[in-house]
């Protein structure tokens, strides 16, 4: 057999997992679908500008394990997202912290912000978004900031939504307008594609490659084990049903201006705005006044779309009936020899880029622990 690994997907789990199978002396050969390495995290140049082509990249993490590998394959800047929402017009810090309150009510202290948000909470135990929102941050802030946003995004009532995407956001009652609680942020100065490239150095790769256009069948001749991070509803041929994804649309234009919004994402909380956010990506790479170096700018409005086999499955969408219909999936996934599954779309999780690259980390330990023909 020519490769200890066929890995199916070049994203953050294929091209973790390569990297340390490849570092462990193990043959890999990567292959992807899509014309190019890096799955979602693949950036294009526009005019000298860094563009997230598949929506914005930003890295943080709590873990010290994975920001010290992903520190030896890239240096990161230290841009922090801090983005702004757009409620017809109003604008408001993100996440929701002591400069959202001042602008919503005026509130200049903790104690008078708290207070308000008290007096609007819903005090039960939340069932759904909505209920998990009006709990966190009661009626003004869910009405302008979040419902709107949401619906679009989820293309479904937060009344039907689980509770816990919003609590991705942090709530603090401090002047901090930093949307991540994680020690660690930024973005790599050489890019995302530099980054990709680190990891996949060793492995034989191919792009253009759909595995199942044949591959799917008889992997076994090629490979001792397949890594494979595509959607596991797929895998196995959709035999229980098929499973609820989120898509999205990007619209990208140029613009001869060297600043348009002044921000990195400006988001539109309203019903009305068909698009979620607005992107001008040369704030990923620029602090200060360096952006006024390029007299143009990039930006990209984000329309969230239901997914279609002939678009790109970016979000899990986690409730009950998908979640019980993915348990059986992976059931199925879990009496697999000689498979390993994962990422956001084989493990169905709606993981940042820093899970899924744990995740990676984690299998791999867990395979070399099974494995002893590359001891450990
Ligand atoms: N969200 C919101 N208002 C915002 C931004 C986010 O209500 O202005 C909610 C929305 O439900 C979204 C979730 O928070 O799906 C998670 O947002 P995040 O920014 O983490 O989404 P991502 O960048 O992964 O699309």
Not at 80 to 106: C, E, K, V
Not at 163 to 187: A, E, V
Not at 248 to 271: H, I
Not at 302 to 310: F, I, K
């Amino acid at each position: 057999m020519e490769y200890d690994f066929l890995i199916v997907g070049t994203g953050l789990f294929g091209a973790t997992f390569a990297r340390l199978a490849t570092n462990a002396g193990c043959k890999c050969l990567v292959i992807d679908r899509r014309p190019h390495t890096g799955g979602n995290t693949h950036c294009i140049d526009i005019s000298g500008i860094n563009v997230h082509q598949y929506g914005p990249h930003i890295f943080h993490t709590k873990s010290e394990d994975v920001w010290r590998f992903v520190n030896k394959y890239a240096t990161f800047n230290r841009f922090t997202l801090s983005p702004i929402a757009n409620y017809h017009g109003q604008l408001y810090n993100l996440p929701f912290n002591m400069n959202t309150f001042r602008q919503m009510w005026d509130a200049t202290t903790p104690q008078q912000a708290m207070a308000i948000i008290d007096s609007q909470r819903y005090h039960g135990t939340p069932r759904n978004l909505e209920e998990q929102a009006l709990a966190l941050v009661g009626k003004d802030i869910y009405e302008q900031l979040i419902k709107g946003y949401t619906e679009k995004q989820w293309g479904r009532s937060c009344r039907n939504l689980p509770p816990d995407i919003i609590k991705r956001l942090p709530l603090r009652y401090t002047f901090d307008n930093n949307y991540f609680d994680d020690p660690y942020q930024g973005i790599p100065i050489d890019g995302y594609n530099s980054f990709i490239d680190k990891l996949l150095q060793g492995s034989e790769v191919m792009t253009g490659c759909d595995f199942f256009d044949g591959l799917a069948n008889d992997w076994r001749h090629t490979a001792h084990t397949l890594v494979y991070t595509g959607m596991i509803d797929q895998f196995y041929q959709y035999r229980y049903g098929r499973l609820q994804y989120r898509s999205l649309r990007f619209e990208t234009e140029t613009l001869q201006t060297p600043n348009y919004q002044g921000v990195a994402q400006m988001n539109f909380t309203d019903a009305n705005t068909p698009y979620t956010r607005i992107i001008e990506h040369k704030y990923f790479q620029c602090s200060g006044n360096d952006i006024y170096h390029n007299p143009m700018t990039v930006i990209t409005r984000e329309y969230p779309q239901p997914y279609t086999p002939d678009s790109e499955p970016y979000y899990p969408v986690n409730d009950d009936t998908n979640n019980r219909l993915y348990s059986l999936y992976k059931a199925l996934a879990g009496k697999e020899t000689d498979i390993i599954f994962g990422g956001r779309l084989a493990e169905y999780r709606y993981y940042n880029m820093d899970q899924t690259i744990a995740s990676a980390m984690r299998k791999w330990s867990q395979y070399q622990g099974q494995d002893n023909r590359h001891g450990t």
